[in-house]
């Protein structure tokens, strides 16, 4: 049963343009969604989170959405460029990450076109 | 500042080996935690710390062990390994459990059990 579900594996884009990377999400009691980056053959790097009190949170050219009411988040890349591709996961915590509880979409490949 | 450091990089085992990761942080964050990716798949849970001598389960525990006798270091330990644990394997810190400012991840060991 998965709870975070990237049901896009892979997204393809032109440099210049918008990358909008989606996330669902089953567990209404998540307090925090994150996003990470991860290139191969290196560890996730954490890219930027949201409250679920927010609906939004902006990081220069990321944007993190947070519609509660569909389950639903998505980060906004504005403008994409071509160091931006690589697999982005999402995450959700429990209790703030207290208890380790902190749980990832299977991820999407992002490949940003020159 | 070298953050989250994971030895070895690769590793191959045979069936019914034991190995030991290593995995050292510098940034005297509290929380570590040992997460597993399968292609394909997310990052899931093996086992948590909270701090010097307190860890515990996560999603997938089977199969493992896991010490935390310093702040620094969290080794992971498999026990008569089997070709189900062939799987990359991240370590990661974080600071008193806060989800929100994003865990640290190590480059991973490659782990192949033959």
């Known amino acids: 049963d998965q709870q975070v579900k990237q049901n896009s594996p892979s997204l393809s884009v032109q440099e210049g343009r918008i990358s909008i990377l989606n996330c669902d999400y089953t567990n209404s009691m998540f307090d925090y969604f994150l996003w990470y980056k991860k290139y191969p053959a290196e560890g996730p790097t954490f890219l930027i989170s949201i409250s679920s009190i927010k609906d939004k949170n902006e990081d220069g050219r990321f944007t993190v959405f947070l519609n509660k009411s569909a389950k639903h988040l998505s980060l906004h890349i504005v403008p994409s460029q071509p160091g931006d591709s690589a697999v982005y996961f999402c995450?959700?915590?429990?209790?703030?990450?207290?208890?380790?509880?902190?749980?990832f979409g299977k991820g999407t490949k992002l490949s940003v076109k020159p | 500042n070298a953050g989250v450091t994971q030895t070895p990089k690769f590793r191959i085992l045979k069936i019914g080996q034991s190995m030991t990761l290593q995995c050292t942080q510098d940034m005297n964050h509290n929380y570590m935690y040992w997460y597993r990716q399968d292609p394909g798949m997310g990052l899931k849970l093996i086992y948590y710390?909270?701090?010097?001598?307190?860890?515990d389960k996560g999603e997938v525990p089977n199969g493992y062990n896991v010490s935390r006798s310093t702040t620094e270091d969290f080794p992971l330990r498999l026990e008569l390994a089997a070709p189900s644990q062939t799987s990359v394997y991240f370590c990661a810190s974080s600071y008193a459990g806060q989800a929100g400012y994003g865990y640290t991840f190590g480059s991973g060991t490659r782990l192949t059990v033959v």
């Open positions: 995450a959700a915590s429990l209790y703030g990450g207290s208890q380790g509880n902190l749980i």
């Open positions: 710390s909270v701090g010097a001598g307190i860890t």
